[in-house]
């Protein structure tokens, strides 16, 4: 195994829900929330080519059973979620699918169901965010779309992100690949739950290095305790990554040993890229990548305060 763990991520594991009955209030026949033995390809009639993720796949579909809504569906490569769950045996972790069907946010994509296929693969049934992800309005370095919205869509992931701290789980996986922003550039959505863990003692133990090298804190790189101060480290990164369009390291390969610098070099300050940054964003952002996660921001509401003060977007 290389410096980084394989950066699995796992999936619904519906076998522990149990089936709710049929809801006919709207008319339309709703499937159960939790679902079993689920005839993938007879269900879902798939509007696109599927996109391969680290897990399994992601797809847009039409869901014949009910009404034809488009959807998006995740759809999970079994071996790999089984890896991944390994390493939580014993300590009755929620899957995937509970963790993101209890989310009720505006910020965060909204989860219809999950359950399993009747070839025993775990899926998620969703809403389909029809919009660029945030990855790609960087690499394409989309200055046009993003001139003076970038505040309104900090503020958006931010609310995001202190909405799922404020219920106890931590993303460990926030990026610019797990942010949609929908088409109009008014609204951002934070998706992908397949690495996020309570925030508990046993799930915050050292050791457990997965997530996206570049925007990892050093405690999970270090392997060190972890807490949800490692998704603020993330977060910051993503807003640099986003306004820079550059990371606060300078990157030399694609392993993923970048992120041992997160702790050993400064970051390169936001202000040499954009000196017209207004300087409280600029500081909000530099105090959330702290290495020492004492010395960061402490947590998404202080951020989403020091936000407040911010004048200018950019
Ligand atoms: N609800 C959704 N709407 C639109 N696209 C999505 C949605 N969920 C996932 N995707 C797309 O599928 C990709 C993979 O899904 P994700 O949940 O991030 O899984 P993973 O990163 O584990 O492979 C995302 O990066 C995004 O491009
Ligand atoms: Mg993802």
Same mark, same amino acid.
């Given at each position: ?184 550039? =008014?609204? #951002?959505?934070?998706?992908? +739950?397949?690495? @996020?863990?309570?925030?508990?003692? &046993? %799930?915050?133990? *050292? ?20 807490? =949800?101060? #490692?998704?603020?480290?993330? +977060?910051?990164? @993503?807003?640099?990554?986003?306004? &820079? %369009?550059?990371? *606060? ?66």
């Amino acid at each position: 195994m290389g410096i980084f763990d394989s950066l699995f991520k796992k999936n619904a594991d519906a076998s522990k829900g149990k089936p709710k009955p049929s809801d006919h209030a709207s008319g339309i026949e709703r499937a159960t929330k939790v679902s079993k033995s689920v005839d993938i390809e007879a269900r879902f009639e798939r509007l696109r080519s599927a996109i391969s993720g680290t897990m399994g796949n992601f797809f847009v579909a039409k869901d014949r059973f009910n009404g034809n809504r488009v959807v998006g569906v995740k759809l999970c490569d079994t071996d790999k979620v089984q890896f991944f769950e390994n390493r939580f045996k014993g300590l009755n972790k929620p899957s995937e699918g509970e963790i993101a069907i209890g989310l009720n946010h505006s910020n965060i994509v909204e989860t219809y169901e999950y359950g399993t296929s009747n070839r025993g693969q775990q899926f998620i049934v969703m809403e389909y965010i029809d919009g660029p992800g945030l990855h790609q309005l960087i690499a394409e370095r989309k200055e046009d779309l993003l001139a003076g919205k970038r505040l309104d869509l900090i503020t958006q992931m931010a609310e995001s992100l202190a909405y799922l701290h404020r219920k106890e789980f931590i993303h460990r996986d926030i990026c610019p690949r797990n942010y949609i922003v929908l088409k109009d550039m =008014k609204k #951002v959505k934070l998706i992908d +739950f397949g690495l @996020t863990l309570p925030a508990t003692k &046993a %799930f915050m133990a *050292p050791g457990n290095r997965t997530g996206t090298p570049l925007y990892m804190s050093p405690e999970i790189v270090r392997r060190r305790s972890t807490d =949800k101060r #490692v998704d603020i480290f993330s +977060f910051a990164v @993503t807003c640099y990554h986003m306004i &820079a %369009f550059d990371l *606060p390291w300078q990157i030399s390969d694609t392993t993923g040993r970048a992120a041992l610098q997160h702790d050993t070099s400064p970051p390169r300050e936001i202000t040499e890229h954009r000196p017209e940054i207004d300087k409280v964003l600029a500081g909000t952002i530099m105090a959330a990548m702290h290495p020492n996660p004492e010395l960061r921001t402490p947590d998404m509401e202080t951020f989403l305060r020091q936000l407040r003060n911010v004048k200018t977007s950019l």
